[in-house]
């Protein structure tokens, strides 16, 4: 069954600690992204990556880092510099061929500091 | 700067109405145009993909008219299932480097249809 997975579902972080975000995904897509939701708001592009051992910068990618080690996995840390990490992460993929750029989506996982 | 703009709704209508989504953007290099559907607390899913000026897939009709940087989805027959947020999402063009462009993603519409 392909698809993208994302865990944990929830994280809660005290403030000050790092924590990574796993996304995997078997669909044998080149491309990954990592995106934030905020309540109200669109998401936003954080990282993403179009081949292993390489990622580019989104908008906001102050307080975040990523490694793209394997084509199947793109995790994501958030780091303390990140000053307000409260929201729904997402992370998709897509085929590197699709001039559209239609992406899939894991799950997502909620991110509470305490 | 507002660069794919949504109404909010939301949307309140009656099983088996007809409704329609708009959406507008501002960058005329735009690419390509979708159409996503998000549950709430849920991942959002690729309702469709907008290819030249629309196409349609059973109740669902989209349209895009680029002279006018406009895009719409209009759904027939609303079932209760339909209830969600839409979000218009529009691929712009490469902006950070790589290949494929990146996709901007408007605040989305809420629908929610009533027995």
């Known amino acids: 069954d392909g698809g993208i997975t994302q865990s944990p579902k929830y994280l809660f972080r005290k403030e000050g600690q790092n924590v990574t975000l796993s996304c995997e995904q078997n669909?044998?897509?080149?491309?990954m992204y990592w995106y934030r939701q905020d309540p109200g708001q669109g998401l936003r592009l954080i990282y993403y990556?179009?081949?292993?051992?390489?990622?580019q910068k989104g908008d906001i990618a102050e307080g975040y880092s990523v490694s793209r080690e394997k084509k199947e996995s793109f995790p994501l840390t958030v780091t303390s510099a990140q000053k307000n990490p409260t929201a729904f992460y997402l992370c998709?993929?897509?085929?590197?061929?699709?001039?559209?750029?239609?992406?899939?989506f894991g799950p997502g996982t909620r991110l509470t500091v305490l | 700067r507002k660069e794919v703009e949504q109404d909010p709704g939301p949307f309140n209508v009656p099983e088996g109405a007809t409704v329609a989504f708009n959406c507008t953007y501002s960058n005329s290099a735009s690419q390509s145009f979708f159409w996503y559907r998000q549950d709430c607390r849920k991942e959002p899913k690729l309702l469709m993909s907008v290819y030249s000026s629309g196409n349609e897939d059973g109740r669902f009709t989209a349209q895009l008219n680029r002279a006018s940087q406009y895009i719409s989805l209009l759904i027939r027959d609303s079932k209760l299932s339909d209830s969600a947020t839409y979000l218009c999402?529009?691929?712009?063009?490469?902006?950070?480097?790589?290949?494929?462009?990146?996709?901007?993603f408007g605040k989305g519409t809420k629908l929610s249809v009533k027995p």
């Open positions: 998709a993929s897509s085929t590197s061929g699709s001039k559209y750029n239609e992406q899939f």
């Open positions: 990556s179009q081949i292993v051992n390489d990622f």
């Open positions: 999402v529009v691929n712009e063009g490469v902006r950070y480097g790589g290949s494929q462009g990146n996709l901007i």
């Open positions: 669909l044998n897509h080149d491309a």
